[in-house]
Each structure stands twice: as C-alpha cells, then as structure tokens.
C-alpha cells in the first residue's frame, strides 16, 4: 500500500480511455477521499495532457484513506477507486509538524494549525518559478530560508496573455477555443514543490491583473474561474497560501471577483486566501466578510513623494484597520530594494526598505510583512530591462539580490520581532505627546504597544528626540534602542521622569523598546 506522510502530497495517476475534446473543462474530475474518522472530502483532479490526468490530496489524519474517482463529462477510464496510508511525519520540517496556516483566533495574525503563531516575511520572487533553473531556484530558496524568510510569493502564469515562457510555451490559448496548457504547468510542479521542501509557504498568485493584456483583465470571468481552478487542483495539495489576483485595481469588476472567489474556496478552503492589490489602493472592504477572503494584502509601493508616505502612514491601511470583522493586515509589496522610486525616480536602498516594513508593522496589528528586490522579481539571468516594465530601466541578474544590505535587514527585523510577543502588539499613537516632524510624513514615528506585556516599541525613522505621552505608558520603566542595520541594542536606561523625553543614538533609524523591567 502506497505511504505518505501526514500534510504532504499524495498523488494518484489516472488515464483516459481517450484525450479530451477541446471543449473538456480540465478540471472535470473529482474524486472523494474518505478519513480513517469517516470524514469525506471532495477535491478535483487535473488534466495533464494527453491521456493523463492526476489528483493530488493532502491527507490531515493518520490512518487508512480510499478514494473513488468521477469524471463529470462521463469521460471513459476516470471513474477508480485506490487507497493509501498516511503515516506521522519524522522530520522537521515545519510546515509539516504543525499543520496549514489559518488565521488565529483573535484574527489579528496568522497561525500554524497548532495556533503556534507564524510571522509572514516574504519575498517577492514574481518570476522565479517561471524563469529559474532549479539549482538556482533550490540555492535561492536554501538561502532565504537560511535569512529567516517564511514565504515566497511567486506567478503562476505568463503575466501577460499574449506572452510566452523561455520554452515558448503560454499558460493557455484563446483561440479556437480557450483551452489550458498542461506542459506550461508541468514544468513549475519541481519548483513549486521545492519552496515546501525547504521549509517554506508557497503564496502563488492565480490571476495576475495589472494590465489590459494580463489574464485577469483580458479573460472573461468563466475563463479566469476555469484557470484558477486548474491551478488550485494542480497545486492546493501543497502548504500555499493563495493570492487569488495579483496587482489588481478590483474595484470596477468587484463582484465578479467575489463570485470566483466563492466558487473556487467556498467548498474547499483549507488554504488561506487574500487578493494582491495594485500599489496604493484599497478595495479591501469589498470583500471583508466574504467567506473565501481570509486577510488584507496590499501594497504600498514604490513612491518616496510626500503623498506616497503620507499614504501608508496615514491613509487606507490605518484608517481601516479596526473595520469589522477584524482581519491581518500585511504589506505585501512595499518599497522594493534596487527599484527606482516612481517621483525621484533614485534607487531605494535598504533605509527606504526597513522604513516601509517597520511603518508597516506597527501601524496595524503586527502580522508580517512581505520584501522585494529587483533583481529577484525580474530573475534576468544576466543584467537587462525589466521584462514588461522597461521603464524601470536595467536590472542586475538574479544573483545579485540573493544577499544584499536590505535582506539582512529583513534578517534582523525577524529576529528583532520573534524575541517579542508581537502577536499582541496594536497601534498605539497615543503614547506620543507629539509627532516631531509634524506634517511631514519623512520624520513620522509609528508606535505599538502590549498592554498585557507591558511592552511598547516605536520606530524612528530619522533619530532625533520623542516625546511620550506619560498618561499612555502601561507599565514603562526602562528603555532601550534597536538598531536595525545592525541588529543590536544599546544598553538599558531607566524612563526619565516627565518630561518623558529619549534622543535616538544618531540620525539614523532607531527602534525604542519600553518594558517594566
């Protein structure tokens, strides 16, 4: 009897008595797996070209499974029947010793299915899978896991419709009817399996939709349902964390996006689900509330101009955070390391990097925060222009993002925050007397605290003096200053009496840490 471990992959290969039409859906069979407790559960199985199709389930409890297999067009050859043992998992992997990611029970942050908090630190390697060999892809992923990244957000899809990968093959044709590419797909399954072995969430966006040509623009709403069910029959097995439609403006086609949402999550949502939305822009109420969307993922962008900053310190993601029902709020595609800023159009360093994911994570109840490098998205094999963003100008080979100055601030950053409770840090504002920098959103200091930790942490971006507010501390006594270039404190001080006043070692950014100890 086949084996495999618990929350991994279990595949099963089924062959057709012919090859579909061109009018077959390619996710036309289903098969219902039954728990060793009785508990059934029905997911679809895959076309994989030809005669070949496949279902892969990933088993939750420890024991004997059987299937039966249906195709709903009748096709011959798919109606089967098999079973498996699934047995504990002996490594260590963590994705498989604690259970999928769900959102934790206060849904403030994510969780492993234990409830083990989980801290989401992502990359954005958008062409990764797509454009990468897979020794580069496994020395890539070995070395963030090893930086202390948790995710890898990444395309599934040629971005553009009309678009070709270094195969020439499309994720789908049009025309004379529109129809999947299996090989298209086949091909990323190592890749996509690689990111779990080596201890990290796969977060694939379905649906890129920035631009006219994209798939979610270009495609009508049956055909971006038949693609997206497709990828989540190929891949949902897998420990993902699935980002529905990438870069998008959601706002005019809404509620054709909640349908597809329902229909692809409403009968099997064992994986968490969000949108991506386009920079600076906020269609997240549409769907708060909606059974399928589990957390707010949006993107502050590329912008230095004051407007830009005032956005993200100030604007939608802090005047909605308290919107009800309450949900994690992670940036996941703030100022990317190496990008040209869209106003000075000057490189972001990795200043500009920390300043947006310390803001970030402490002006919302503190989830994670997502990370990018230019030379990571693109994944250029050697220096070029940005494929489908020429404008960015020249971007330097894949290698060269793999460890630069804003990665090991991304490495700190983790580490600063695992050594806190900040599974219970909220936006607390008014722990400041008042904002030094006034208007000016370059000098705006972002402060969270924990009441029930006596904990409260800010973050200055340019040094310089803050004002506490004394009313406001819960519990402050001592003080002390993070450096986040370089990942250490100074020694700690004990809280001045009123006026509560701290002057930050230099003109750098600093992090203040308050405790009652």
């Not at 859906?25 to 098969?31: A, H, N």
């Not at 497709?230 to 529905?244: E, S």
Request: proline share 7%; charged share 20%.
């Amino acid at each position: 009897m086949k084996q495999v471990s618990q929350w991994h992959v279990y595949e099963a290969v089924l062959t057709a008595g012919q090859p579909p039409d061109d009018a077959a859906d390619e996710t036309s069979l289903k098969v219902e797996f039954a728990a060793p407790s009785g508990a059934r559960r029905t997911v679809n199985g895959f076309w994989d070209g030809g005669q070949t199709w496949r279902v892969r389930f990933s088993p939750d409890q420890i024991g004997q499974w059987t299937w039966q297999s249906r195709c709903a067009d009748g096709t011959p050859g798919l109606a089967s029947q098999g079973h498996f043992s699934c047995i504990p998992y002996e490594g260590d992997n963590p994705l498989y010793t604690k259970g999928p990611l769900k959102v934790s029970a206060d849904r403030r942050h994510l969780a492993w299915g234990d409830g083990e908090r989980f801290f989401w630190l992502a990359d954005t390697a958008w062409n990764g899978v797509l454009c990468s060999r897979e020794n580069d892809w496994d020395r890539y992923l070995q070395t963030r896991r090893g930086q202390g990244f948790t995710a890898i957000q990444f395309v599934t899809t040629t971005w553009r419709a009309f678009e070709k990968d270094p195969q020439g093959l499309t994720s789908f044709v049009e025309s004379p009817r529109f129809r999947i590419v299996p090989e298209f797909f086949r091909k990323l399954d190592a890749k996509v399996s690689a990111v779990n072995a080596h201890g990290l969430i796969a977060s694939p966006v379905m649906i890129w939709s920035c631009r006219p040509n994209d798939p979610g623009r270009k495609l009508g709403e049956n055909e971006i349902l038949r693609l997206a069910r497709y990828i989540q029959a190929r891949w949902g097995a897998h420990q993902v964390v699935w980002i529905l439609g990438g870069d998008g403006n959601y706002e005019p086609n809404g509620e054709m996006w909640s349908r597809v949402g329902h229909a692809l999550f409403d009968q099997r949502h064992d994986r968490l689900v969000t949108m991506h939305m386009g920079g600076q822009q906020w269609t997240a109420e549409r769907f708060r509330g909606q059974s399928w969307f589990d957390f707010i993922g949006y993107q502050s962008g590329h912008g230095d101009a004051q407007a830009h900053l005032q956005w993200l310190v100030q604007g939608p993601p802090v005047a909605n955070r308290d919107n009800q029902p309450p949900l994690p709020v992670i940036n996941m595609e703030p100022n990317y390391e190496m990008h040209p800023s869209y106003d000075s159009k000057s490189f972001f360093g990795a200043f500009e990097v920390r300043r947006a994911c310390y803001w970030s994570l402490l002006l919302g109840p503190t989830a994670g925060v997502t990370f990018g490098v230019s030379p990571i998205w693109c994944w250029l094999e050697k220096a070029a222009l940005a494929p489908g963003h020429e404008s960015l100008g020249m971007v330097e080979a894949w290698h060269v993002g793999i460890e630069t100055p804003g990665t090991a601030a991304m490495t700190l950053l983790r580490q600063f925050f695992e050594e806190l409770p900040w599974e219970h840090l909220q936006p607390a504002q008014q722990v400041l007397a008042d904002q030094p920098g006034g208007a000016d959103p370059t000098r705006f200091i972002a402060a969270a605290a924990s009441p029930e930790d006596r904990l409260t942490v800010l973050y200055l971006p340019v040094g310089g003096t803050v004002k506490l507010n004394p009313d406001k501390l819960v519990g402050a006594k001592s003080a002390r200053w993070f450096d986040p270039r370089r990942g250490r404190y100074t020694e700690k001080t004990a809280l001045p009496q009123p006026p509560r006043e701290l002057t930050a070692p230099s003109d750098e950014d600093w992090l203040l840490v308050l405790t009652d100890a």
